[in-house]
C-alpha cells in the first residue's frame, strides 16, 4: 500500500491543539490491503502512551502493516478527553459503592 505525501506550504499553518501542555495524536492502523486495523489518540506528553506508540510501530513494521499519525483534530481530542473522565468515573464510583456496602 502507498500512501501519497503532499508538501505544505508556509501559508498553510498545524492546528493548535486546545491545552498547550498537552499533544495529542491520532494513529490509524492499516493492514497491507488497506483496511483499518485501529485507531487511537496518543498523548505525546504522557509516557505510557508514547511508549505505547513506540512498540506499536515496531509490532506493525514486523507485522507487515501501515502505521498513519496526525495531528488530532479537536473533535477526536474531546472524545478521547470524555471517555477517560467516564471510565475514571466507573472506576472510583464502583470502587465507592463497594466500599459501602
Known amino acids: 500500500m502507498t500512501k501519497q505525501v503532499t508538501k505544505t506550504t508556509g501559508e498553510q499553518q498545524a492546528p493548535v491543539a486546545q491545552n498547550p501542555n498537552n499533544l495529542y495524536i ?3 492502523t492499516f493492514n497491507p490491503e488497506g ?3 485501529g485507531f487511537r489518540i496518543v498523548d505525546m506528553y504522557h509516557f505510557g502512551t ?3 506508540l513506540q512498540n506499536h510501530h ?3 513494521m ?3 502493516n501501515c502505521v498513519e499519525t496526525n495531528v488530532a483534530t479537536p473533535e477526536q481530542i474531546e472524545k ?3 471517555a477517560a473522565k467516564t471510565a475514571l468515573a466507573d472506576k472510583f464510583n464502583h470502587e465507592q459503592v463497594a466500599a459501602a456496602a
Open 50 to 52: 508514547r511508549n505505547w
Open 80 to 82: 478521547y478527553l470524555a
Open 35 to 37: 483496511k483499518d486495523i
Open 58 to 60: 515496531w509490532w506493525a
Open 26 to 28: 491520532s494513529v490509524q
Open 62 to 64: 514486523h507485522n507487515g
